[in-house]
Nanobody
Framework: QFKLVESGGGVVQPGGSLRLSCASS????????FGWFRQAPGKEREGVAC????????KYLGSQESRFTISEDKALNTVHLQIDRLQPGDTAVYFC????????????????WGQGTQVTVSS
């Protein structure tokens, strides 16, 4: 059974940093792409970043993307999302998702999803 478990969320002051983790199990990790998505209250879910089965990374937040770093530890079947200089607008539930081989910015292209981890940026 393919399983994704996110961790690392919490309450952070503006300007702080968080490192989110997504642990996967039940599959061949290196055959999948792993994407991070986020959903703020009242908003649609949006893509943040992705790492594909070759290790290539893509980021989807345009001018904001320099604050986000996606990385992968294949030995631990874990994908991380580092978020720096956090802003109140980053407050959302962050989800990890997986699909076969290639990244996609569209959430509907992903088959497997974690339960999400809440990130709240507040002073």
């Amino acid at each position: 059974q393919f399983k994704l478990v996110e961790s690392g969320g919490g309450v952070v002051q503006p300007g702080g940093s968080l490192r989110l983790s997504c642990a996967s199990s039940g599959h061949a990790h290196d055959r999948y792409a792993f994407g991070w998505f986020r959903q703020a209250p009242g908003k649609e879910r949006e893509g943040v970043a992705c790492v594909d089965s070759t290790g290539a990374t893509t980021k989807y937040l345009g001018s904001q993307e320099s604050r986000f770093t996606i990385s992968e530890d294949k030995a631990l079947n874990t994908v991380h999302l580092q978020i720096d200089r956090l802003q109140p607008g980053d407050t959302a539930v962050y989800f990890c998702a997986a699909r076969f081989l290639l990244c996609s910015q569209r959430d509907r292209d992903y088959v497997y999803w974690g339960q999400g981890t809440q990130v709240t940026v507040s002073s």
